[in-house]
């Protein structure tokens, strides 16, 4: 069965940073496809970062540049760093293995106008 368990989300000012972890189990996240999603009030879930098994990474736009993803494999891990956020950037985030239907939680982040 696999789980993803997203962490390190929070209330951070405009222009802070935080990491956010996504721990896998049930699957090994090197030999998958991994991607951060975010949604906010009212709106559609939306991708933001993805990686893929052989290390390629792409970003929304919108991110590009302020958002980086990662993966420790030893930790079976894929992590989000998040800077210079803005209140824009407020959502929950949801790391997904792939195009399947194995989602996390979630982790809020908030950043206050």
Same mark, same amino acid.
């Given at each position: 069965?696999?789980?993803?368990?997203?962490? #390190?989300?929070? /209330?951070?000012?405009?222009?802070? &940073?935080?990491?956010?972890?996504?721990? &896998?189990? #049930? +699957? !090994?996240?090197?030999?998958?496809?991994?991607?951060?999603?975010?949604? &906010?009030?009212?709106?559609? %879930?939306?991708?933001?970062?993805? !990686?893929?098994?052989? *290390? %390629?990474? @792409?970003?929304?736009?919108?991110?590009?540049?302020?958002?980086? !993803?990662?993966? $420790? @494999?030893?930790?079976?891990? +894929?992590?989000? =760093? +998040? @800077?210079?956020?803005?209140? $824009?950037?407020?959502? /929950?985030?949801?790391?997904?293995?792939?195009?399947? @239907? *194995?989602?996390? =939680?979630?982790? =809020? /982040?908030?950043?206050?106008?």
């Amino acid at each position: 069965q696999v789980q993803l368990v997203e962490s #390190g989300g929070g /209330v951070v000012q405009d222009g802070g &940073a935080l990491r956010l972890s996504c721990r &896998a189990s #049930g +699957v !090994i996240v090197s030999a998958n496809n991994m991607g951060w999603y975010r949604q &906010a009030p009212g709106k559609q %879930r939306e991708l933001v970062a993805y !990686i893929s098994s052989g *290390d %390629r990474t @792409n970003y929304a736009d919108s991110v590009k540049g302020r958002f980086t !993803i990662s993966r $420790d @494999n030893a930790k079976n891990t +894929v992590y989000l =760093q +998040v @800077n210079s956020l803005k209140p $824009d950037d407020t959502a /929950v985030y949801y790391c997904r293995r792939g195009f399947y @239907n *194995d989602w996390g =939680q979630g982790t =809020q /982040v908030t950043v206050p106008s």
